[in-house]
């Protein structure tokens, strides 16, 4: 594990109008102290400066040392951006998890998708999933005192053992014990388990279910996902896949748990990802089940929430008999779904023709079937000589954040080149759906 601790912070920008921007501060100018106390990452700095009376010690790039202070609203931000986001050095991952999709990916792709993330403080700021096998007793405390919720855990199982064969760390069963103390402190948790088959489901999965129970209400919520395998696991362990009657048995071993936990907590607490749905070919269900989609980022209600978006659009929409004709790229999985709601669209619109088109990967492998994990290899070579009409749309989901090009670094305008249509990105909501169908 490295740690920066580093005293000073660098700014990479600052907010026009700001606090900072009022204070003269400027790129290059780096942050030394806040109330005299050294800032050691992100959350130092957060809970330093809400306060009512600050005062920074600031080094400006012309190497001057200037003292400010500041009075400002408790919890007014003051408009610095860093250019470390975490102030600290990331944390990488010390786990050989068995099921570990890195470990999984092809040679020769950009150096940041093999960086294995296990940072309690992304957690917090960006949702993502940790394991507590990089967590010092230092950072629990920290995690405490801050109150710093919801931390987001990757448990996989509560079997001590099975978790450190899973894990491959002598020492991820031990690290279950931080789940009591941030129960103890009132830290709010929620839960991921990878499904493994023959593993860490069954008999195992009742097991960590009713444990992770008895950190309730702390313990907000459970998601059960199915392991994803690609091609290339030559020489890692040996994994099955779930099929059609596997997944209807997981999907009936959970509801059983959540009509219990329904009546005794009024919460179904443990939640099955869509995938699980739509690999039995059971309908997924309505939005009330979901909870407030309090696990949508984890493939919980995506869905559904989806599919009731749509519907909702379509109100705003008055029909007509405008002709288009558009296609759209996604994974096998989610094809079905897209093709009913494509029915729908064309109820309203019935001269718009749609080609949906799903993508088989064959880049990481058939395996793989959700709509972010295609690529533009496949996607170009399966496409190639199919009608595509006025434009071809695809998901922002296949996309690098903010980017246009894919995770095989193809980009949008090799696509359009090579299929000679435009591309249109369409976002995840449901009226982005509509809207990239329906209007030009």
């Known amino acids: 594990m490295q740690r920066g601790h580093k005293n000073h912070h660098k700014i990479q920008s600052v907010a026009p109008g700001s606090i900072a921007d009022q204070l003269s501060l400027a790129p290059g100018d780096e942050l030394l102290r806040v109330n005299g106390k050294a800032v050691e990452d992100v959350f130092d700095y957060h809970y330093l400066t809400n306060d009512e009376f600050l005062t920074l010690l600031v080094r400006k790039a012309s190497g001057?040392?200037?003292?400010?202070?500041?009075?400002?609203?408790?919890?007014?931000?003051?408009?610095?951006?860093?250019?470390?986001?975490?102030?600290?050095?990331?944390?990488?991952?010390?786990?050989?998890?068995?099921?570990?999709?890195?470990?999984?990916?092809?040679?020769?792709?950009?150096?940041?998708?093999?960086?294995?993330?296990?940072?309690?403080?992304?957690?917090?700021?960006?949702?993502?999933?940790?394991?507590?096998?990089?967590?010092?007793?230092?950072?629990?405390?920290?995690?405490?005192?801050?109150?710093?919720?919801?931390?987001?855990?990757?448990?996989?199982?509560?079997n001590r053992q099975l978790r450190c064969k899973m894990l491959n760390n002598r020492f991820a069963g031990d690290a279950l014990d931080k789940l009591r103390r941030f129960y103890e402190a009132g830290i709010s948790?929620?839960?991921?388990?990878?499904?493994?088959?023959?593993?860490?489901?069954?008999?195992?999965?009742?097991?960590?279910?009713?444990?992770?129970?008895?950190?309730?209400?702390?313990?907000?919520?459970?998601?059960?996902v199915p392991v994803g395998k690609t091609k290339y696991r030559k020489g890692l362990f040996l994994l099955e896949s779930f099929g059609k009657e596997d997944a209807k048995a997981v999907l009936s071993q959970l509801l059983s748990w959540q009509e219990r936990l329904l009546q005794k907590h009024g919460t179904r607490f443990v939640h099955a990802s869509d995938e699980w749905f739509l690999k039995a070919g059971v309908p997924v269900p309505a939005a009330d089940y979901y909870e407030g989609y309090g696990q949508l980022e984890n493939g919980?209600?995506?869905?559904?929430?989806?599919?009731?978006?749509?519907?909702?659009?379509?109100?705003?929409?008055?029909?007509?008999?405008?002709?288009?004709?558009?296609?759209?790229?996604?994974?096998?999985?989610?094809?079905?779904v897209l093709e009913g709601l494509v029915a729908q669209i064309q109820e309203k619109y019935p001269n718009i023709?749609?080609?949906?088109?799903?993508?088989?990967?064959?880049?990481?492998?058939?395996?793989?079937?959700?709509?972010?994990?295609?690529?533009?290899?496949?996607?170009?070579?399966?496409?190639?000589?199919?009608?595509?009409?006025?434009?071809?749309?695809?998901p922002s989901a296949m996309l690098r954040e903010e980017e246009r090009d894919f995770l095989d670094d193809y980009t949008i305008n090799q696509v359009e080149t090579t299929l000679q249509t435009r591309v249109r990105i369409v976002k995840s909501d449901g009226m982005s759906f509509v809207k990239a169908i329906v209007e030009p």
């Open 64 to 158: 001057e040392e200037w003292e400010l202070e500041i009075e400002k609203d408790y919890e007014d931000d003051l408009g610095i951006t860093f250019e470390d986001g975490l102030m600290d050095s990331y944390r990488s991952c010390r786990n050989k998890c068995i099921f570990c999709f890195i470990d999984q990916m092809p040679p020769g792709m950009r150096k940041t998708l093999y960086f294995k993330d296990d940072d309690a403080r992304l957690s917090f700021l960006q949702g993502n999933y940790i394991t507590l096998t990089n967590m010092s007793d230092e950072d629990v405390e920290r995690i405490c005192f801050y109150k710093l919720s919801p931390i987001n855990i990757s448990v996989h199982t509560m």
């Open 189 to 224: 948790m929620n839960a991921q388990i990878v499904l493994c088959k023959g593993i860490n489901d069954g008999a195992e999965l009742d097991y960590s279910i009713a444990e992770l129970e008895k950190l309730m209400p702390y313990m907000e919520s459970v998601s059960v």
């Open 300 to 336: 919980v209600g995506m869905v559904r929430l989806l599919m009731d978006e749509v519907a909702e659009a379509l109100f705003a929409f008055p029909g007509g008999e405008q002709r288009r004709e558009v296609s759209i790229a996604t994974g096998v999985l989610i094809a079905p």
């Open 353 to 394: 023709t749609v080609h949906v088109y799903p993508i088989v990967n064959h880049f990481f492998g058939e395996e793989i079937t959700v709509a972010g994990l295609v690529t533009g290899t496949d996607l170009t070579a399966q496409l190639k000589g199919m009608p595509i009409g006025e434009y071809l749309l695809v």
